[in-house]
């Protein structure tokens, strides 16, 4: 009995030293999951703007603002994305789009690599609004971080692709259904209007 009783006591004891380590050793573990993400995103950074880099090159997308040309966004949260302007704007409105406009937004998305640039994955004709589009409130998290911050550069009447690197995109994580993982993207995206 006295020893059922010492086997009890250092269980209760083994259980409290658990329960009082756990959160300093999870603490740890947490750290290196942040160091090692932070460090996952930085390396996709360089990546994915080198594939960005090749497809403007195949496509002879240069630097500037005029049609068929890019600008490459480079502040602290959309570091890497890059827009092409495929039109002009035939609008007059010349407000720029701000957090918290409702938008409505035509696009088709691509795949950017080479070897699947031609692979449509989306497609708001397929949503079955009468526009064939879909309203987004701008910097509300309803899309993907890579539009809520490109779409801060645009105005009623734009027509741009966006090309969009992996972390500004899915991530590593990819779609709820687990595909897009570490994939830069591209929009072609048309503002038909901004409230």
């Not at 573990?29 to 932070?38: G, I, M, Q």
């Not at 827009?83 to 035509?106: F, H, Y």
């Not at 987004?136 to 890579?146: D, E, F, L, S």
Request: proline share 4%; charged share 20%.
């Amino acid at each position: 009995m006295t020893h059922l009783f010492k086997r009890s006591l250092l269980l209760r004891l083994a259980a409290v030293l658990l329960t009082l380590t756990a959160p300093a050793l999870s603490g740890c573990k947490d750290d290196n999951s942040t160091e090692d993400a932070a460090n996952r995103v930085n390396e996709y950074k360089v990546i994915d703007d080198g594939l960005i880099q090749a497809y403007l090159t195949r496509h002879n997308i240069t630097a500037g603002t005029g049609v068929n040309q890019y600008r490459r966004l480079n502040g602290t949260s959309n570091n890497g994305i890059y827009l092409v302007r495929l039109a002009e704007n035939p609008s007059t409105d010349t407000t720029t789009i701000i957090s918290g406009n409702t938008t409505e937004i035509k696009y088709v998305g691509r795949l950017l690599r080479e070897s699947n640039e031609s692979t449509i994955f989306d497609n708001s004709t397929e949503n079955n609004r009468p526009c064939g589009c879909i309203p987004v409130t701008v910097g509300a998290g309803q899309v993907i971080k890579g539009w809520d911050e490109g779409l801060l550069f645009m105005k009623k009447g734009d027509r741009y692709e966006l090309l969009i690197p992996s972390y500004l995109a899915y991530g590593p994580g990819g779609t709820p259904s687990g595909t897009l993982r570490d994939e830069p993207l591209r929009f072609d995206m048309t503002v038909l209007n901004v409230r």
